[in-house]
Nanobody, 123 residues
Framework: QVQLVESGGGLVQAGGSLRLSCAVF????????MGWFRQAPGKERELVAA????????YYADSVKGRFTISRDNAKNTVALQMNSLKPEDTAVYYC????????????????WGKGTLVTVSS
């Protein structure tokens, strides 16, 4: 079992930055991939960024390329999403997720999810 707890959401003006953090507990040695997803009101959940636990195979949605960065702090067992140049359309609940599968299926293969943190970007 893996437990994930997100933090760092909040209200920010367009053009601003936020850093989301996800604390990872439990069987971290089983994790093979990590990712950040978001769900805006009335929309389906979408994959924002993901990478292998080792650091390879990084993916970003086209809508966030060049603005968001996913990273992992090995010492603190946390996963971060640095979000710069935020836009009102980035407003959503953001979820951290991890996979323990032996293959990389970022969009559909996550096994564990956090409860989410709300990001609101005002225009």
């Amino acid at each position: 079992q893996v437990q994930l707890v997100e933090s760092g959401g909040g209200l920010v003006q367009a053009g601003g930055s936020l850093r989301l953090s996800c604390a990872v507990f439990g069987r971290t040695f089983d994790i093979t991939a990590m990712g950040w997803f978001r769900q805006a009101p009335g929309k389906e959940r979408e994959l924002v960024a993901a990478r292998n636990w080792s650091g390879a195979g990084t993916y970003y949605a086209d809508s966030v390329k060049g603005r968001f960065t996913i990273s992992r702090d090995n010492a603190k067992n946390t996963v971060a999403l640095q979000m710069n140049s935020l836009k009102p359309e980035d407003t959503a609940v953001y979820y951290c997720a991890t996979s323990s599968k032996p293959y990389s299926d970022y969009a559909n293969g996550m096994d564990y999810w956090g409860k989410g943190t709300l990001v609101t970007v005002s225009s």
